[in-house]
C-alpha cells in the first residue's frame, strides 16, 4: 500500500511530454516583422519554393504581373538625410501596408542613408510607414504607380 502511494506521488512530479509540434503551423507569431537581410520569417525564400510565381519578401508567392520594385526615400525636416540630420534617431523601421492593412517591414533601418529599396514586393502594397525604432508609429507615405514613396520625418 505504501509502494503504491508513493509510486503515485513520485509520478506526479514528471512533467507530461512535450507535445510534437503542428507541422502545418508557423513555430511562431507572425507580426509582419521580416528577419535580418530581409528573410522573412516564414513563408517562402527563393522563386524555386513557388513554383510559377514569384516569392515577394513578404514571404508569400504571386504571379509575376502582380510584384514590382519600391524605393522609399526619406527626408528629415526637409533636409536630405544624413549622419548629421539624422542624430536624434539613427535606427529607423520601415513598413509597407495594403489597404486591408496586412503588412511586413524591416529594422533597424539606418537613418543616414536616405533610401530603403525592396526588389520584390506585391501591387497591394500600397503605402509605407517609417519611423524611430522602438518609437511607435511613423509617418505615412503613399507609393506611386512607379514604385516610389518620399517621407519626411520629424
Avoid at 509582419?32 to 519578401?57: H, L, M
Avoid at 528629415?76 to 509597407?96: K, Q, V
Avoid at 543616414?112 to 509617418?139: L, P, Q, Y
Wanted: glycine fraction near 12%; hydrophobic fraction near 30%; charge should be negative.
Amino acid at each position: 500500500m505504501r509502494l503504491a502511494l508513493v509510486l503515485a506521488l513520485v509520478a506526479g512530479c514528471i512533467p507530461p511530454p512535450t507535445p510534437e509540434p503542428d507541422p502545418y503551423e508557423p513555430p511562431y507569431y507572425d507580426d509582419g516583422w521580416t528577419g535580418p537581410g530581409g528573410d522573412p520569417f516564414y513563408g517562402c525564400r527563393q522563386d524555386s519554393e513557388c513554383g510559377t510565381q514569384t516569392c515577394a519578401r513578404d514571404g508569400q508567392c504571386y504571379p509575376a504581373s502582380s510584384i514590382r520594385s519600391v524605393t522609399t526615400t526619406w527626408t528629415i525636416d526637409g533636409e536630405l538625410a544624413s549622419t548629421a540630420s539624422c542624430t536624434t534617431h539613427p535606427s529607423l523601421y520601415i513598413r509597407f501596408h495594403t489597404l486591408s492593412e496586412v503588412s511586413f517591414g524591416f529594422a533597424p533601418v539606418p537613418c543616414k542613408n536616405g533610401k530603403f529599396f525592396v526588389d520584390k514586393i506585391a501591387t497591394t502594397f500600397a503605402r509605407v510607414e517609417m519611423g524611430i525604432d522602438g518609437a511607435g508609429s511613423g509617418n505615412v507615405g503613399t507609393i506611386s504607380s512607379d514604385g516610389e514613396a518620399l517621407i519626411d520625418l520629424p
